[in-house]
């Protein structure tokens, strides 16, 4: 049977099945507020797995995940002692988010190294893999959808707007104008900090994005080589093979 794999993020988790060969076809995904004993085993009703790995990011609801999936399998929680197959280039491994641990093993994986992995969640984050492979650090920035609704709670007379591309950089109404301010605002914040992290990596990094806002991002940033929905719960599953193996 499987592994069930689970990215528990700060706005989303996602579930996903995989084995040696890959991610299979079921998927699920619970708003991560609303994680409880009784709404994880709700989704996973009827779903069979031999070993579950979890990537969190939310120690409460991590509580809640380990004890509603070690009812039926072993459960591992990724941390920077986990068979990662890279290594860590960093004073205090303890303090690297496992979804940034996914996305450097997911990269090596299924691109290459060296790399960065931009992933557009409610931070942005960007993780750095050297050419060993090693994770070496990054940068953190709030998120597209972060900052957008805090100028929205902020100021009296701006409205919560859909991020979308605008029509054009001069706005000829607010919400056109907040989307312009938000979209080339925030890829003129991505094109800066990679041009920065270019400086300082070493050779010719593979630029990879994932996460809610990549595709509306990356179609602006030519630096951005590919977007990849997927390379966090694959990250999962490549650890989930040498830990279960």
Known sequence: M??????????????????????LE????????????????????????????VG???PAKRVILAEVLGRHAPVHLLGPESPLGLGIDYP??????????????GVVHRHRAPA??????????????DASPAWVGGVIAPGLGSMSEYLTRRTALLPVVELAEPPS?????????????AVYGYRGLVKEILAKLREELPGDPAIIATGGDAALIAAGV????????DITLDGLRHVAAAVFR
């Not at 960065?116 to 893999?129: E, M, Q, R, S």
């Open 2 to 23: 499987p592994w069930l794999l689970v990215d528990n993020s700060n706005t989303r988790t996602k579930f996903a099945l995989g084995d040696a060969s890959g991610l």
């Open 26 to 53: 079921w998927r699920g995904t619970l708003a991560t507020p609303e994680i409880s004993v009784e709404t994880v085993a709700e989704l996973l009703d009827g779903v069979s797995f031999d070993a579950a790995l």
């Open 56 to 58: 969190s990011v939310v």
């Open 92 to 105: 205090k491994p303890e303090q690297i988010g496992a979804d940034r641990l996914a996305n450097a093993v």
């Open 116 to 129: 960065i992995v931009i992933d557009f969640g409610t931070a942005v984050t960007f993780d750095v893999v």
């Open 169 to 181: 950089a001069i706005g000829k109404s607010t919400v056109h104008a907040m989307q312009a301010g």
């Open 222 to 229: 030519p630096e951005i080589q590919a977007v990849d929905a």
